[in-house]
Nanobody, 122 residues
Framework: QVHLVESGGGEVQAGGSLRLACAAS????????MHWYRQAPGKQRELVAV???????NYADSVKGRFTISRDNAKNTGYLQMNSLKPEDTAVYYC????????????????WGQGTQVTVSS
């Protein structure tokens, strides 16, 4: 079993910064990809950023140039650096990972964290 635990959420004023972390623990051979999603009240969960093999990254248009996703493979931890935060960034942020549990590197299993609240005040 694999557990993902997010941290780093909180309340910040518009224009401020936060750094989220997602620590993965359990029987992990390799984290193939890590994603950050967010869900605002009354809205659908949306993909914010992804970091995959070779550390390739992709971002939602709404956060490009402001958010940076990264990871430390040795620590099985992913990060989301959020700068120039806006009130519309307010949401619960979830970590999601595709994990290989053994040396066969397949199949990949998908796991979710419990979420961390980010509130940006104007």
């Amino acid at each position: 079993q694999v557990h993902l635990v997010e941290s780093g959420g909180g309340e910040v004023q518009a224009g401020g910064s936060l750094r989220l972390a997602c620590a993965a623990s359990g029987t992990i051979f390799r984290i193939a990809a890590m994603h950050w999603y967010r869900q605002a009240p009354g809205k659908q969960r949306e993909l914010v950023a992804v970091i995959a093999s070779g550390d390739s990254t992709n971002y939602a248009d709404s956060v490009k140039g402001r958010f940076t996703i990264s990871r430390d493979n040795a620590k099985n931890t992913g990060y989301l650096q959020m700068n120039s935060l806006k009130p519309e960034d307010t949401a619960v942020y979830y970590c999601n990972a595709d994990v290989a549990l053994s040396r066969s590197n397949w199949p990949l299993y998908n796991y979710w964290g419990q979420g961390t609240q980010v509130t940006v005040s104007s």
